[in-house]
Every structure is written in C-alpha cells, then in structure tokens.
Nanobody, 120 residues
Framework: QVQLVESGGGLVQPGGSLRLSCAAS????????MGWYRQAPGKQRELVAT???????TYADAVKGRFTISRDNAKNTVYLQMNSLKPEDTTVYYC??????????????WGQGTQVTVSS
C-alpha cells in the first residue's frame, strides 16, 4: 500500500505563488509516474501535470508556463510550483501516484486533496 500526503495549499492573491508537496510512503517501489490533478465541484477530475520517474513531464494547457512539476526520487516526493496564480486555479488539488511500467493491471493511489484558493 502507498500513502500520499499533500501539503502547501492555502489562500493566495492573484499573481502569487504556492508550492504543493506530496510525500509518498509505504510500498514506494509500487509507484511509477506521479502527478497532480484538480477537481472543481460538479466537474470531472482533470490533469494538471504529471512526471515520470525519469523526469518526463506533461502539463495541461491551462497551466503551461505557470506551473512546474518536479520530483525528488530520493525523498519520494513530488512538487508542484504554481506561479502567476489566477482565480480560476481555485479548487482542490490531488496528488496521484500511478503504477510502475510493465504492470499488467494498472492502478492509482490518491491523496486526500489540498485546497488552493486564489482570491483578493
């Protein structure tokens, strides 16, 4: 089993910055790519950014150039640096850990979520 614990969410003014952290513990060899997702009320959970164990990243178009995902494999931690925050970034952000490559039945682990609010 893998546990994901997020931190770093909170209230910030438009144009400000936050850094989210997600630390993985437990069966850490059971995870491959990690990422951040967000979900607004009444909407489907959507991709924000992902990063493989080798450092390959993907981003949602809405956050490209503003958000940066990174990973410290030694610390089993993934980060999301969020700059130039906009009110539309306000929602709950969830940390995700995906199964490693070559697993026949893929699976995902999820954190509990952390609230990010961008408001004056």
């Amino acid at each position: 089993q893998v546990q994901l614990v997020e931190s770093g969410g909170g209230l910030v003014q438009p144009g400000g910055s936050l850094r989210l952290s997600c630390a993985a513990s437990g069966s850490i060899f059971s995870i491959g790519a990690m990422g951040w997702y967000r979900q607004a009320p009444g909407k489907q959970r959507e991709l924000v950014a992902t990063i493989t164990s080798g450092g390959t990243t993907t981003y949602a178009d809405a956050v490209k150039g503003r958000f940066t995902i990174s990973r410290d494999n030694a610390k089993n931690t993934v980060y999301l640096q969020m700059n130039s925050l906009k009110p539309e970034d306000t929602t709950v952000y969830y940390c995700n850990a995906h199964s490693p490559p070559r697993v026949y039945h893929p699976y995902d682990y999820w954190g509990q979520g952390t609230q990010v609010t961008v408001s004056s």
